[in-house]
């Protein structure tokens, strides 16, 4: 018997071991991920709390696995492909090229701006990712990208799927987010950016008056499923000089219904 409890324990030790690891692997893919560009293994560690040593160990592993590459012989480091070819995987096999893509498509050519999809997964993220992107022909390429990364509290996108949260999620991810100044329209107190989110739910549509980009203005409707759980969020984004606000308001029936439609799509069809 005490032989069999010193096994258990020492599996157990090994288990935990093995999962302080993971957490700790991907605690560095998201500071990689929030970087535009490289980190030095010394910033790394600084951001995750961790030993010169332990961190250098967890890139290595992370590097054998091609998540992560290293800047010729440098000690800089950042995120490898294989990641975004995670998310198209994902993307695949929730059905949105087929299913969804000609809903964009569609409301991107009667607009004749930027369209965004993106989806939130209430189970391991404080924030949203750029699931799909259309750009209109003639339009200004925008930064955005597919598998970056959306400002919950200062985009449209972010603020449809957070006003729609349930009322203590919404305080658990507003509690977690820095909200840094981006422009001068960016919302940076917790309180106020609370209330604006009730003001979203009341009209049902989230606007993004140049809080992230400045010159850049969006409509947003959240993807809500049957029993009204946020799935993610749709918007049309323009130049904030092209188009002012009344002229993007009028676009709300159009994309009100492009985003009931997805809903159903993707509760339907998500694994």
């Known amino acids: 018997m005490e032989q069999h409890s010193i096994i258990k324990n020492t599996q157990m030790t090994v288990a935990t071991e093995k999962?302080?690891?993971?957490?700790?692997?991907?605690?560095?893919?998201?500071?990689?991920?929030?970087?535009?560009?490289?980190?030095?293994?010394?910033?790394?560690a600084r951001k995750a709390g961790l030993s010169k040593s332990s961190t250098h160990r967890l890139l290595q592993a992370?590097?054998?696995?091609?998540?992560?590459?290293?800047?010729?012989?440098?000690s800089?480091?950042?995120?490898?492909?294989?990641?975004?070819?995670?998310?198209?995987?994902?993307?695949?096999?929730?059905?949105?090229d087929q299913l969804v893509r000609p809903l964009l498509e569609e409301l991107s050519q009667a607009t004749k701006q930027t369209v965004h999809l993106a989806l939130w997964d209430s189970n391991v993220a404080v924030y949203a990712v750029y699931a799909q992107k259309i750009d209109p022909?003639?339009?200004?390429?925008?930064?955005?990208?597919?598998?970056?990364?959306?400002?919950?509290y200062c985009t449209g996108l972010g603020k449809a799927i957070l006003a729609f949260l349930p009322e203590e999620r919404a305080k658990e991810v507003v509690a977690v987010e820095e909200l840094?100044?981006?422009?001068?329209?960016?919302?940076t107190?917790?309180?106020?950016?609370?209330?604006?989110?009730?003001?979203?739910?009341?009209?049902?549509?989230?606007?993004?008056?140049?809080?992230?980009?400045?010159?850049i203005r969006c409509i947003a409707a959240p993807l809500l499923d049957r029993q009204n759980r946020v799935l993610g969020a749709v918007s049309l984004t323009t130049l904030?000089?092209?188009?002012?606000?009344?002229?993007?308001?009028?676009?709300?029936?159009?994309l009100r219904d492009c985003a009931q439609q997805i809903a159903k799509i993707l509760e339907h069809h998500s694994p």
């Open 240 to 254: 904030a000089f092209r188009v002012d606000k009344e002229t993007m308001l009028s676009w709300w029936p159009q």
């Open 62 to 74: 992370l590097l054998q696995e091609d998540f992560v590459t290293q800047d010729g012989d440098s």
């Open 137 to 152: 022909p003639s339009s200004i390429r925008m930064y955005s990208q597919v598998g970056k990364r959306v400002p919950m």
């Open 180 to 187: 840094k100044r981006h422009t001068p329209n960016t919302i």
């Open 19 to 44: 999962s302080g690891s993971l957490s700790r692997g991907l605690q560095i893919i998201e500071i990689l991920a929030d970087c535009h560009d490289s980190l030095p293994l010394t910033e790394i």
């Open 76 to 96: 800089h480091y950042r995120l490898n492909l294989k990641l975004l070819t995670l998310s198209s995987n994902l993307i695949a096999g929730l059905g949105l």
């Open 189 to 215: 107190k917790s309180t106020v950016l609370l209330e604006h989110l009730s003001l979203i739910r009341s009209r049902g549509y989230a606007l993004d008056e140049e809080e992230h980009e400045e010159g």
